[in-house]
């Protein structure tokens, strides 16, 4: 089976991103995923993390909106480049039903998700006997 290394595309710093914390790219979530790959875990000593709090409209998806945005920006711990964002909206964190037994939503604890933009990524799939490098532009 071949497996998935990533490193920054400006530098080429390995980032330690493991497949086994990789989400399923068909996962949905709230903030959306379009374009980008999602870990339930990462290598904290690879990545610089920037909080940004920002009161301006924004909309992911449909049922993902809002006027306060709060989120964690992922960058690079070598060059500085932004590599993606860190969520709260990840599967839920406990087998609750949510407030008002309304199902869950937001107000149900969340595991982290770190949504990493595929364009600011370098993959190399390690095959066996050869590397096939790919930069996503």
């Not at 992922?74 to 990840?90: E, I, P, R």
């Amino acid at each position: 089976m071949a497996s998935i290394s990533y490193s920054c595309a400006e530098c080429g710093l390995p980032l330690n991103l493991s497949s086994s914390y990789q989400y399923p790219a068909d996962l949905y979530f709230e903030a959306g995923n379009k374009g980008t790959i999602s870990f339930s875990a990462i290598d904290d000593t690879k990545f610089r993390f920037e909080k940004e709090d920002k009161i301006k409209p924004f909309f992911e998806t449909l049922n993902y909106w809002g006027i306060q945005r709060k989120r964690t920006k992922l960058n690079c711990a070598s060059c500085g480049n932004l590599v993606g964002y860190v969520y709260d909206d990840g599967p839920p964190a406990t087998d609750s039903i949510g407030q008002f037994g309304m199902g869950s939503n937001q107000a149900v604890p969340r595991y982290t998700r770190y949504r990493l933009k595929i364009k600011a990524l370098k993959q190399e799939q390690l095959n066996g006997r050869f590397i096939i490098s790919s930069v996503n532009a």
